[in-house]
């Protein structure tokens, strides 16, 4: 059954420092999405991206994040200047089309010292 | 603000028995609703869907709608020990992109 990855499974930076998180959809879906979740909270929506652009985004999302998609298969997360709250797992997903089941990434486990 | 609520638990039921999990929405606008399944430290994983009010099945889950009350509500029957997991409430925002969670209710099954 077809699955989305991401990549790295940890990644562990110092504050300041830019990270670049990836993600390889579901290959003939169109719709991607970025979520977060610290560390006992709940899962909160970043972005989500379609045909090149961002559909719709959170006010989590600010200038420091941005959304790429590279090439055919993947999907990025960057972070510019990582601060400390940004610690959080990190997942990905994608859909097919709009208001469909979004299907999530393992995760990436962001840890901002 | 749009809200999904949920309590937080834990609910703890004995193996065999039917756990009832709840969850209520601010928008009334919103149309779809989904129950995510999250084990500590891994990513949601879908449990069911369901878009129009009353209940829908799937083996030994009951998804359970009301728009006019905004509540939603899933069953597990038969729980087992390995439905154990914090179970997550979401609903589409209007403009059918976002996902907006609600906290999850963590669920112990004890064997």
Known sequence: EPEVTQTPSHQVTQMGQEVILRCVPISNHLYFYWYRQILGQKVEFLVSFYNNEISEKSEIFDDQFSVERPDGSNFTLKIRSTKLEDSAMYFCASTAGPMETQYFGPGTRLLVL | QKEVEQNSGPLSV??????????????????????????????????????????????????????????????????????????????????????????????????
């Not at chain 2, 929405?25 to 369901?50: A, H, V």
């Not at chain 2, 209940?55 to 390995?82: C, H, M, W």
């Open chain 2, 14 to 111: 004995p193996e065999g028995a039917i756990a009832s999990l709840n969850c209520t929405y601010s928008d009334r606008g919103s149309q779809s609703f989904f129950w995510y399944r999250q084990y500590s430290g891994k990513s949601p994983e879908l449990i069911m869907f369901i878009y129009s009010n009353g209940d829908k099945e799937d083996g030994r889950f009951t998804a359970q709608l009301n728009k006019a009350s905004q509540y939603v509500s899933l069953l597990i029957r038969d729980s087992q020990p390995s439905d154990s997991a914090t179970y997550l409430c979401a609903s589409h925002s209007n403009s059918g992109y976002a996902l907006n969670f609600g906290k999850g209710t963590s669920l112990l099954v004890t064997p």
